[in-house]
């Protein structure tokens, strides 16, 4: 976090949001439980209402907890307070089942997500957690972004995968500035013509098992791809067609890949020179780490680089929280004094 700002900023850009949002759109919250008078107890009720338009914005209550499976089948945008992960885990919303993203254009950040299901063109994942996997469904999959999110569970099956290798309906997938892990499953598979940058990816299966897999006409650039078993630093690529891969870091010997020559190959899994990833959330590059300003773009490679470096905390750009909230013990003089300080997320 970078600034904090005052009070009279903060509220006057929730007027400006609210006022803007009355002349074009609307704004909705959410919690499973009525007690907190919420305008709907989940988004599948508010998808159902002939109020909640295409353009609207629904927002997630800290603590809103969904057990059941979530369709999004309006172009809206969904906000969640953030995953929390470098502070606590209390306060998130999260979606404890399936979300399936049906609606062309619309957008989910700031959640925390069992499974997520991309299903319609143009989706955005932003700054959101994902428990398992997102993957590809139906006809319709094409332009998903999936920017600043955090994939990771050691022993869990965690994956980004498309509908194939020439399969047009998932095509054009760009992610960027993610935290991804894969175990049981590919890391990043079954993808035609995305573009893979600025990512921290890793596999920590002490298998075979290769990281990418089955990819097509893919770029995949500025990276850092680990696999964590030192036996099994080489597998990271498989069936890899007309892809481009370069300037990345890997774990693999110099020469394992021949038609990649353009990346750095550290030859062992110890990673250590280059970053340092702190409670498996917190990453950050090392004094004179290899991939400090060597990005493509002058940047740095992986997740810290890019137009969209990862923020460890998941709190969508511009959403103001409350990091502190005092009150008074006793009142002075009839009234109770409230000290309340609100940052926003700047970066």
């Not at 194939?164 to 590919?186: M, P, Q």
């Not at 097509?216 to 630093?233: L, S």
């Not at 990862?310 to 502190?324: D, I, M, S």
Request: hydrophobic share 35%; with cysteine; aromatic share 8%.
């Amino acid at each position: 976090m970078k600034t904090n700002k005052k009070i009279v900023v903060a509220l006057a850009t929730l007027l400006l949001a609210g006022a803007a949002n009355t002349v074009s759109a609307k704004s909705w919250r959410i919690h499973n439980l009525s007690a907190f008078a919420p305008n709907f107890t989940s988004i599948n009720e508010a998808m159902e209402s002939e109020q909640v338009q295409d353009g609207d914005t629904i927002y997630l209550d800290p603590g809103c907890i969904l057990t059941s499976e979530q369709r999004v089948t309006k172009r809206v945008t969904v906000i969640g307070p953030g995953y929390f992960m470098k502070e606590r885990t209390y306060g998130i919303a999260f979606i404890n089942h399936y979300l399936y993203m049906q609606a062309e254009g619309s957008k989910v950040e700031g959640v925390r997500i069992d499974h997520l299901v991309i299903a319609a063109n143009l989706v955005t994942v932003e700054r959101c957690r994902i428990n398992n996997q997102i993957y590809a469904s139906g006809n319709n999959a094409q332009m998903a972004t999936i920017r600043q999110c955090y994939l990771m569970n050691s022993y869990g099956y965690i994956h980004i995968s498309g509908h194939g290798t020439n399969d047009v309906r998932s095509a054009l997938w760009r992610i960027e500035n993610c935290l991804l892990d894969g175990y049981n499953d590919h890391s990043i598979r079954d993808l035609y013509q995305a573009t893979i940058v600025n990512n921290y990816i890793r596999n920590t299966q002490n298998g075979g098992l290769l990281i990418f897999e089955r990819l097509a006409d893919c770029v995949i650039t500025d990276n850092i791809i680990v696999k964590t078993n030192e036996n099994q630093k080489n597998n990271i690529f498989g069936s890899l067609s007309t892809c481009s891969v370069q300037n990345n870091i890997l774990s693999c010997d110099e020469g394992t890949y021949p038609d990649y020559p353009y990346n750095v190959c550290m030859g062992s899994s110890d990673m250590s020179s280059v970053f340092t990833l702190e409670s498996d959330d917190v990453f950050s590059l090392v004094a004179d780490s290899p991939a400090a300003g060597n990005g493509s773009d002058g940047t740095d490679i992986g997740p810290t680089g890019g137009l969209y470096p990862y923020v460890a905390n998941g709190r969508p750009y511009g959403l103001p929280w409350y990091p502190q909230t005092m009150v008074a013990t006793a009142p002075n003089d009839g009234k109770v004094n409230v000290k309340l300080q609100i940052k926003a997320q700047d970066e």
